[in-house]
């Protein structure tokens, strides 16, 4: 709808001009008379398919090509929310001394660890971890964001040298995770500690353990040692060494294993039907229409849809969806990898095999459902093959499919507003020329032709603006729905005399006519449907070039 705005141009040259007026090195020329540019928005307006008329004279189409499709998402499901959500966990190691240092490393004086070379090894621990993601058994994952830290506690009253790595996580060259750091002496009586954090964006992990049978696993390496040179210090049996790993924060790009048996509570919810508010039955074929349950999965897991209720309301009148296809386990597809294939499920409700017109013979206000949806109902059916990246979909669509029983070119969307373009006589003669603009942003498969009425409060016509003038139709994808704006500027000259006939008039009436779009070569062979989300974007400006002398 138009939301039209007056044109305050007289207050902004008041302004204009007193700064002109003030400024010591402009006045003489503000005496002789400046030209100025003035932007100014007029109005704007969204036309959606709720705006959509039918010519007086329509034609049926016994093919039915052109249809209007009511889409509603009623479920998104967010893998990262909770199918490949990886919790933060910590996994703990004690290490007492005189299990971990072999008497043959060290002098009979007991536990003096002292020798004669550079470093000694006191200890080597390559402790096998195993996780609980809730769930999920994966086998491997790609880390979009997330760390990996260590803490690591000592009471030795010596420099602690240790060296660290995990070969199971690599960086995007192959090298695996490692790192050498020191820890400080511990006190008399007391502990030193060291903590070291470690950014895995980029890494992949291999969770399959060492004999690459394991899930949930990694199995990192850590090694200490002390010091041969210097001061000898004492090197207690009950000295002992605490290590800490943590997974935090893990966002995965990718995983794969096996992804759990999970339901996905869609549950009840409401759909709030306006479609039908500007669609008579002479514009509708009810005999013909259909709804589609869709389920967009980019899981690689097989999954199952259970539609239990489905009800059309308007006022006090309920009619409940009659079909086979109620309280029956629908197979979902799963989605293909190398290369990556979203699949799309269908479930067709049509006059054979439901009540689906009487439903929406009723014009329904509201819809309610309930309906649930599963993961992997057979289990580890794939032996830890399914896979899910961190942008996949599990969405469950609802989509209503009116044929409309018009030609494409005998449809328009138009409405009615106030318009006001706020000039006076005296600011109408100063101006020595403008233009205005139309800045559209189409949502629609189909170029469109826009036009603007301009009439007096008795509907007398003053004006047509932007006549046979195209605005091309928006971006498609590969499945020929557009899911981008294409952006055009239409301009219609206007001088003094036309400005006089814009003055007079106080209402418009903006009409977008539908024409055939210039549409990508893969979708010359489909029928292009009208869906609910699609729209246009208008926005009316005027520019005109403005004497200042005269204006004062």
């Known amino acids: 709808m138009f939301l039209s705005r007056p044109l305050y141009l007289k207050a902004l040259l008041c302004l204009v001009g007193s700064v002109i007026l003030l400024s010591p090195s402009c006045k003489d020329k503000a005496t002789n008379g400046w030209d100025t540019d003035v932007l100014t928005p007029l109005a704007n307006a969204k036309l959606n398919v709720n705006d959509i008329v039918a010519d007086s004279l329509v034609e049926y189409q016994q093919d039915s090509s052109l249809r209007l499709v009511y889409s509603n998402t009623i479920y998104e499901f967010d893998p990262t929310d909770e199918l490949l959500q990886i919790p933060d966990t910590s996994l703990e190691n004690k290490l007492q ?15 003096d660890a002292r020798k004669k070379s550079d470093k000694v090894e006191l200890f080597r621990k390559n402790k096998l971890l195993v996780y609980n993601f809730n769930g999920p058994e994966l086998t491997f994952f790609r880390i979009k964001s997330g760390q990996f830290k260590i803490l690591i506690t000592s009471t030795l009253q010596d420099t602690l040298y240790f060296d660290f790595e995990l070969n199971e996580a690599r960086d995007q060259n192959g090298a695996p995770l490692t790192e050498s750091d020191v820890l400080l002496p511990a006190p008399p009586n007391g502990s030193s500690t060291i903590e070291r954090s470690f950014d895995l964006s980029g890494y992949e992990v291999d969770l399959r353990g060492p004999d690459q ?9 850590l090694v200490g040692k002390v010091d041969s040179l210097g001061d000898l210090s004492d090197v207690t049996p009950q000295d002992s060494i605490y290590i800490s790993y943590q997974l935090k924060d893990i966002v995965p790009q990718y995983v794969k294993g096996y992804l759990g048996n999970d339901t996905v509570e869609v549950g009840q919810g409401e759909i709030k039907l306006d479609l039908f508010k500007n669609l008579n039955a002479g514009l509708v074929d009810l005999a013909k229409v259909e709804a589609d349950f869709s389920v967009i999965n980019g899981l690689g897991v097989n999954g199952q849809l259970d539609i239990k209720s489905f009800e ?14 109620i309280n029956k386990p629908i197979k979902i597809d799963r989605a293909y990898d190398n290369p990556r294939i979203t699949n799309t499920t269908d479930v067709s409700l049509s006059g054979q095999n439901s009540n689906v017109k009487e439903l929406l013979e009723l014009l329904p206000s509201r819809i309610f459902y309930n309906i649930e949806a599963f993961i992997n109902p057979r289990g580890n059916f794939y032996n830890y093959q399914d896979f899910g990246y961190y942008d996949s979909q599990f969405d469950v669509n609802v989509d209503v499919e009116l044929p409309l029983q018009a030609r494409l070119k005998d449809l328009f969307l138009r409405d009615t507003t106030d318009f006001n373009i706020g000039l006076t006589d005296q600011e109408i003669k100063n101006i020595e020329k403008g233009e205005l603009n139309l800045i559209a942003y189409n949502h629609f ?7 603007l009425y301009l009439y007096d409060n008795m509907f007398n016509l003053k004006d047509s603006l932007f006549l046979e003038n195209t605005i091309a139709s928006g971006r498609f994808n590969d499945s020929c729905r557009v899911v981008g ?10 001088d003094n005399d036309r400005l006089k006939q814009l003055q007079k008039a106080e209402k418009a009436i903006v009409q977008v006519g539908f024409s055939n779009p210039e549409v990508p070569g893969f979708c010359t062979q489909r029928k292009l449907k009208l869906y609910d989300n699609y729209a246009i974007d208008l926005t009316l400006s005027a520019r005109f070039k403005y004497l200042l002398q005269d204006a004062f």
Do not use: E, F, W
């Open 445 to 451: 498969p189909y170029d469109v032709d826009v036009q």
């Open 97 to 111: 001394l005189d299990s971990i240092v072999p008497m043959a490393n060290v002098d009979h004086d007991p536990y």
């Open 213 to 221: 049978k394991l899930v949930n696993s990694i199995q990192p390496v």
């Open 485 to 494: 704006d294409q952006r055009t500027v239409l301009t219609s000259k206007v």
């Open 312 to 325: 059309a309301i308007k006022g006090s009148q309920t009619i409940s969806l009659t079909s086979p296809l």
